[in-house]
């Protein structure tokens, strides 16, 4: 994970970055889609990480990324409250979506042995191609899932958006070091960006390192708006 003079805490609130939409940020332009970030939820509750602004009844998550809105829904990523009712505290997830909505298929995370922490970074990676769905975790394949026969991806017309999906719920904690490519990385590109932090050059549509006090992407083809949030100093 590369360092910076700050990071960017979203407060569980109201913070959250907007880029405009692009074809480039769609499974359905090239028919692959990979996007990497650091995440790091913070603690709300008795030591476990309950978020406050959360959607999905008693199923309780947030989505912390992701592309879409109604009748142009794409791509999330979800992670569950520690309080939801079914199972699934703190699961980490990456759906792809039918436009209209509705039919969604994904990979997801979920070890009771080794629980995601609060206060602690951890990479995660989802990525979808012609027919499945992939989620990595700290450079390991975790799940994939078929879509394919349930899900078309097309191109909707909803800006990419971090920290929130749509203001229905909205992530607490910190994110940095996202990153899209318009291609399936390998398991070994995902390894070695885990593990020394080598980007694949190939592909790269956008990278948002959210380690200053701005939003820009490095390819200079996408650049973010901040709502929001406060920088925090760190040392690495």
């Not at 359905?28 to 978020?51: D, K, Y």
């Amino acid at each position: 994970m590369a360092t910076g003079s700050s990071y960017l805490n979203f407060d569980g609130a109201r913070t959250y970055i907007e880029i405009p939409d692009s074809p480039d940020f769609s499974a359905a332009t090239t028919g692959q889609l990979t996007v990497s970030a650091w995440i790091q939820p913070e603690t709300i509750e008795n030591g476990t990480l309950i978020f406050l602004n959360t959607e999905g009844g008693g199923e309780s998550y947030v989505h912390w990324m992701g592309k879409g809105e109604a009748h142009r829904q794409e791509w999330t990523f979800r992670i569950y409250s520690a309080n939801n009712t079914v199972g699934r505290a703190n699961r980490i997830s990456f759906y792809v979506f039918n436009l209209a909505g509705g039919i969604g298929v994904g990979s997801h995370y979920q070890d009771p042995l080794n629980p995601v922490q609060p206060g602690v970074w951890i990479h995660v990676v989802g990525a979808a191609d012609a027919g499945k769905t992939y989620i990595y975790i700290n450079g390991q394949l975790i799940q994939s899932n078929v879509y394919s026969g349930s899900i078309t991806p097309q191109h909707g017309t909803a800006p990419l958006r971090i920290g929130t999906r749509d203001f229905n719920s909205y992530f607490n904690g910190q994110i940095r070091e996202v990153r899209l490519w318009n291609r399936l990385l390998s398991a070994a590109e995902i390894n070695a960006l885990y593990t020394s932090g080598t980007v694949p050059a190939a592909g790269l549509i956008a990278e948002y390192l959210l380690t200053q006090d701005i939003a820009p992407d490095t390819t200079e083809a996408h650049n973010g708006v901040i709502f929001g949030g406060k920088w925090i100093p760190q040392n690495g």
